[in-house]
């Protein structure tokens, strides 16, 4: 993803007042402190259920947040900043218990069970919610079965702590107050509901038909999809969409996969690649041609410039080659003739997808692939072994900074292809790249 310094500093300080926002509330209108320690972990309490409200729009796919940092980078961070939100959220009763222990009958079933009941439950879900997170296999969680334990477990946390602050009372026995934080809350509950059930919803009416399932070098898999009775979808290449499988759109597998087809070729065929890595991508070679899938999308800014003032160089690692594919079919088809460089990593030449295509790519482009091979055959004279910044220096343009960089393979070849491109000089906005695994 290309990182302005700019929105990013403007997201930042919106997304501090938007957790804020909650707690200005709140003491609005002469409250009377108790104590700087109960103060702190009340304080603490509201930013980490604000906090939790807005994980539901960093999830949401909202277009307009992507276009600022990315889909992988949103759920990176939805991940990192969950760990703080609850923290806070747990600091909130140990300090309150710790500062006033009289608060510890919150939790004494004879005195109140319903709340005592909700607290504890509200407690067990947010470690729940983290362990299950952190250690999705160790439970023998599918990405599918933790995905919807997630969803309802995140909904029980918000709902049982935003009644806890309505019953309580202390900070918002007003009824403006009460409007304002029910109405925060039902806008993370609708956004939720959005994603899940209204999408889908619309969707249903724009059913894809599977029309071929096509074996790939490199043990991958191409779905070629038709529109099923309406016009299709149009993506620009490098962008990606979520593929639900099956008769319905209503499923919890849905899986995010960039387009590996020209964007010439849409509407009317869209093309995915996928390689078998786990639960699902496992069963794409046993899909049934004619059978249904449904998208969603498309989404992404891992997209050239459609400017042709300045070369692309290409870093793939295995099945990071599907968006730099898709690019290189639409520049071709489009008769571009930008200067394209694509450093494409492999483990050993018969792992290499679509290695003939790109000979033929190389025809049509003013292209140069550089293949490099951890396991070469014995009379490989091309470059070996991973990627490091001496393969960059030797391959790399002259004019490193007049470049436009894409990446997307391993996560440990992502990390050393950007750290290696902006020691070398490349400034970070020329830099895209786009993360799998999106942790
Ligand atoms: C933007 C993007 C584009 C991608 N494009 C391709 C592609 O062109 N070809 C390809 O082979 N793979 C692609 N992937 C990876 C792909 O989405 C799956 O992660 C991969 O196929 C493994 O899925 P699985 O369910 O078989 O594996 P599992 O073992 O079930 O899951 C492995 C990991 O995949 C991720 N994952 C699985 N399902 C989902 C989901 N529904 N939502 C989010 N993350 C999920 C999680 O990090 C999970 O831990 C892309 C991923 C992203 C984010």
């Given at each position: 993803?290309?990182?302005?310094?700019?929105?990013?500093?403007?997201w930042?300080?919106?997304y501090?007042?938007?957790?804020?926002?909650?707690?200005?509330?709140?003491?609005?209108?002469?409250?009377?402190?108790?104590g700087?320690?109960?103060?702190?972990?009340?304080a603490l309490g509201?930013?980490?259920?604000?906090m939790?409200?807005?994980?539901?729009v960093?999830?949401?796919r909202?277009?307009?947040?992507?276009a600022?940092?990315?889909?992988d980078?949103?759920?990176?961070?939805?991940?990192?900043?969950a760990i703080?939100?609850?923290?806070f959220?747990?600091a909130?009763?140990?300090?309150?218990?710790?500062a006033?222990?009289?608060?510890?009958?919150?939790?004494?079933p004879?005195?109140?069970?319903?709340?005592a009941?909700?607290?504890?439950?509200?407690?067990?879900a947010?470690l729940?919610?983290?362990?299950?997170?952190?250690?999705?296999?160790?439970?023998?969680?599918?990405?599918?079965?933790?995905?919807?334990?997630?969803?309802?477990?995140?909904f029980?946390?918000?709902l049982?702590?935003?009644?806890?602050?309505?019953?309580?009372?202390?900070?918002?026995?007003?009824?403006?107050?009460?409007?304002?934080?029910?109405?925060?809350?039902?806008?993370?509950?609708?956004?939720?509901?959005?994603?899940?059930?209204v999408?889908?919803w619309r969707?249903?009416?724009?059913?894809w038909r599977?029309?071929?399932?096509?074996?790939?070098?490199?043990?991958?898999?191409t779905?070629?999809?038709?529109?099923?009775?309406?016009?299709?979808?149009?993506?620009?290449?490098?962008?990606f969409a979520?593929?639900?499988?099956?008769?319905?759109?209503f499923?919890?597998q849905?899986?995010?996969y960039?387009?590996?087809?020209?964007?010439?070729?849409?509407?009317?065929?869209?093309?995915?690649?996928?390689?078998?890595?786990g639960?699902?991508?496992s069963?794409?070679s046993?899909?049934?041609?004619?059978?249904?899938?449904f998208l969603?999308?498309?989404?992404?800014?891992?997209?050239?410039e459609?400017d042709?003032?300045?070369?692309?160089?290409?870093?793939a690692?295995?099945?990071?080659?599907?968006?730099m594919?898709?690019?290189?079919?639409t520049l071709?088809?489009?008769?571009?003739?930008?200067?394209?460089?694509?450093i494409?990593?492999?483990?050993?030449?018969?792992?290499?997808?679509?290695?003939?295509?790109l000979?033929?790519?190389?025809?049509?482009?003013?292209?140069?692939?550089v293949?490099?091979l951890?396991?070469?055959?014995?009379?490989?004279?091309?470059?070996?072994?991973?990627?490091?910044?001496?393969?960059?220096?030797?391959?790399?343009?002259?004019?490193?900074?007049?470049?436009e960089?894409?990446?997307?393979g391993?996560?440990?070849?992502?990390?050393?292809?950007?750290?290696?491109?902006?020691?070398?000089?490349?400034?970070?906005?020329?830099?895209?790249?786009?993360?799998?695994?999106?942790?």
């Amino acid at each position: 993803m290309k990182y302005g310094l700019g929105r990013a500093v403007f997201w930042a300080l919106s997304y501090l007042a938007l957790v804020l926002a909650p707690l200005a509330v709140a003491y609005q209108g002469g409250i009377e402190p108790r104590g700087f320690w109960i103060e702190f972990s009340v304080a603490l309490g509201f930013v980490g259920l604000a906090m939790f409200g807005w994980q539901f729009v960093l999830t949401g796919r909202f277009r307009r947040f992507g276009a600022s940092f990315g889909l992988d980078s949103m759920l990176q961070y939805h991940r990192q900043i969950a760990i703080v939100a609850v923290g806070f959220v747990l600091a909130h009763p140990v300090i309150l218990f710790a500062a006033d222990p009289t608060y510890l009958e919150y939790l004494d079933p004879r005195v109140n069970l319903m709340r005592a009941l909700a607290l504890a439950g509200v407690l067990g879900a947010l470690l729940l919610l983290m362990a299950t997170s952190l250690w999705r296999l160790s439970f023998g969680l599918s990405y599918e079965r933790w995905r919807l334990l997630h969803g309802v477990l995140a909904f029980f946390v918000l709902l049982v702590g935003v009644a806890h602050v309505i019953q309580v009372g202390y900070y918002i026995s007003a009824p403006w107050k009460q409007v304002t934080v029910v109405g925060m809350s039902a806008a993370a509950v609708f956004l939720l509901v959005n994603t899940r059930f209204v999408r889908p919803w619309r969707n249903r009416r724009r059913p894809w038909r599977v029309q071929e399932v096509r074996p790939e070098q490199g043990e991958a898999w191409t779905l070629s999809l038709v529109p099923d009775g309406h016009e299709g979808m149009r993506f620009r290449p490098g962008q990606f969409a979520w593929l639900t499988l099956g008769p319905t759109p209503f499923s919890m597998q849905q899986n995010p996969y960039s387009f590996s087809s020209s964007a010439e070729a849409a509407p009317e065929v869209i093309e995915f690649t996928v390689k078998p890595e786990g639960d699902f991508s496992s069963t794409v070679s046993e899909v049934e041609e004619g059978s249904t899938a449904f998208l969603e999308g498309p989404f992404g800014y891992f997209v050239p410039e459609s400017d042709p003032g300045q070369g692309s160089v290409m870093i793939a690692g295995g099945v990071g080659i599907t968006p730099m594919v898709s690019m290189l079919r639409t520049l071709a088809d489009r008769a571009d003739e930008r200067e394209c460089l694509l450093i494409y990593l492999n483990v050993a030449l018969d792992q290499v997808i679509f290695l003939t295509e790109l000979e033929g790519l190389k025809e049509r482009l003013n292209l140069t692939v550089v293949h490099v091979l951890e396991e070469p055959p014995e009379d490989w004279e091309g470059e070996t072994g991973l990627l490091d910044k001496e393969l960059l220096v030797r391959t790399l343009p002259e004019d490193r900074a007049g470049q436009e960089y894409f990446v997307c393979g391993p996560k440990p070849m992502m990390d050393i292809a950007e750290t290696s491109l902006i020691e070398l000089g490349v400034p970070q906005r020329q830099i895209l790249t786009e993360r799998f695994d999106m942790v």
